[in-house]
């Protein structure tokens, strides 16, 4: 069973008010993955208090911000480990280093306006899949649980610039002018390009690029690390706990970007990362019944939609029973 916790807590933690016994209390709730699904919900609800008041805050040193938390956290950068234990986080980690996408996250994205005129804000819901077409022309695919914004008309001077959060999947228009069109996330990394197709994904405490066609150059926040060029084909990842550790590979580009034809794709996929897409998706907790399952792989497409049809096809397709519960998933062997 959760953990109890007064969101009151919660918002002094976020605001750096609370007691040094309160906020290792809260942090203790924030590594319980019971309670990812609460925390979720006031991360909604803390960046909606942040419009509330008042005018928007400059923008902070994001460098300094991820290590005062990082700190926080005790999770201090650790020795070097081979770029395989960067393809996913157990759910326990992301849990606990949830409150950096809640502060570096959220209170950067949603309070740091993009200018000039009145930017426009667009959040997705659990199982939504929504496209929109940019000022320019460009367009941008938002996956379930995702944040845009943008301003609502760019300058002729300067770059385009959007904020993301969640998984976008991104068009980009080239102008004859060669204006540069930036992807901006709460992680360690900008995205800079002229023309081309690519995907975005920032959520627990993990950036990541897959570039599909065109070219992207990746500038780091920290300007000691030399930025990447991608080619098609191409992942760069990173963790927030080890941000100048990348993973930088060839992949199966296109089954990143599956989502956006409503399918997922799985190739040796860890049944652990297939609950993390779950519950990113559709926004409900996704319990593995048997540890050692966590670690085998699957393979094969399912089609997105009907949570109830999506059940039907994991457990048709796969050697494992799905059970729906109220607010959760089980995951279990059959």
Known sequence: MANPLPFAAYLRYCRHQSSPQEARAVRAWLADPANAPLAQAWLARYAQLLEQEGPPAPMPDFEKVQADLLAQ?????????????????????????????????????????PAPGRPTELATHNGEVRTVRLPDGSAVTLNANSRLRYAAAWPASGPREVWVDGEAFFSVKHLATNQRFRVHTSGNFTVEVLGTTFTVY????????VLLSGKVRVAFADHRQPDVLLKPGELLQTADARPRQLLHQTVQAPRYAAWTAKKMVFNDTPIAELATQLRDTYGIAVVVTDPAMSRQTITGTVPLGDLDLLCQALEAS???????????????PR
Do not use: N
Not at 88 to 98: D, E, R, T
Not at 320 to 331: D, E, N
């Open 73 to 113: 956290l005790g999770l201090a950068p650790a020795p070097a480990q081979p770029k395989r234990k960067l393809l996913s986080l157990p759910y326990w980690a992301a849990a606990a280093v949830l409150l950096i996408g809640l502060l570096a996250g959220s209170a950067w994205l949603w309070r740091a306006k």
């Open 202 to 209: 920032r959520r627990h405490a993990q950036a990541r690029v």
């Open 318 to 332: 796969f050697q494992f029973r799905v059970t729906r519960q109220a607010g959760r998933i089980l995951l279990s």
